[in-house]
């Protein structure tokens, strides 16, 4: 019974963060500073660059005079941004691995429940392994821009780390990291223009 349960609340939970993948882009219409450089007016995301795949947070403090509070401030927020990223990717590996696993059979809810919940919690220690990277000060209104990056590297070795984790599900996202990544960039950039 506890099992069905657990099963159920897992379903649930993969179908509210299916929504918010959908939603998890940034739509901008038009440049959000002059001059700026390329990464504050490209935002948040799943990409890929000469480091392989990795996931970037763009916080942004507006109003702040103190320049080290705008800056902790758009830091902050940038590892905010990453958080975010980080819950729709293991909404995907949720979603997958109990696609791989269940295949009809719902008598196996309670696993998945705890797959559920200790992908969360590795979400939430990999953000350990995010890094600021770069800031910039618009010269226009002083706002302060924050990126903070997350690569897929760190993702891995996080992965490694785990204690949580058991074999079967580490050996799941091992070799499923990549493709959950490519999907989450895929439904990222359907939401871009």
């Known amino acids: ?26 739509t ?3 440049p959000i500073a002059e001059k700026a450089p390329e990464w504050v007016n490209k935002g948040n995301g799943a990409f890929k660059d000469g480091d392989g795949a990795v ?16 800056v902790t401030a758009s830091d902050d927020r ?20 109990m696609a791989s696993t269940t ?11 705890h797959i559920t919940q200790t992908l969360k919690n590795f979400a939430q220690f ?22 903070c990056k997350l690569d897929m590297a760190a993702v891995k070795r996080t992965l490694e780390e785990s204690k949580e984790l058991d074999a079967k599900m580490r050996d799941y996202v091992r070799a499923n990291a990549e493709k959950a990544f ?12």
């Open 1 to 26: 019974m506890q099992k069905n349960l657990s099963k159920i609340n897992a379903l649930f939970f993969v179908a509210v963060m299916t929504s918010v993948i959908g939603c998890s882009g940034r």
């Open 28 to 30: 901008v219409s038009g």
């Open 55 to 70: 996931f970037y947070g763009v916080g942004i403090a507006q109003g702040i005079r103190n320049r080290s509070l705008a």
């Open 78 to 97: 940038a590892r905010g941004e990453i958080a975010k990223i980080m819950n729709s990717y293991v909404a995907v590996l949720t979603k997958d691995y």
């Open 103 to 113: 295949a009809g059979d719902m008598s196996k809810s309670s696993e998945e429940q």
């Open 126 to 147: 990999t953000l350990h392994g995010a890094v600021i990277v770069d800031h910039w000060k618009d010269p226009a209104d002083g706002t302060m821009f924050a990126l």
């Open 182 to 193: 490519d999907d989450l960039a895929a439904e990222e950039a359907k939401h871009k223009p």
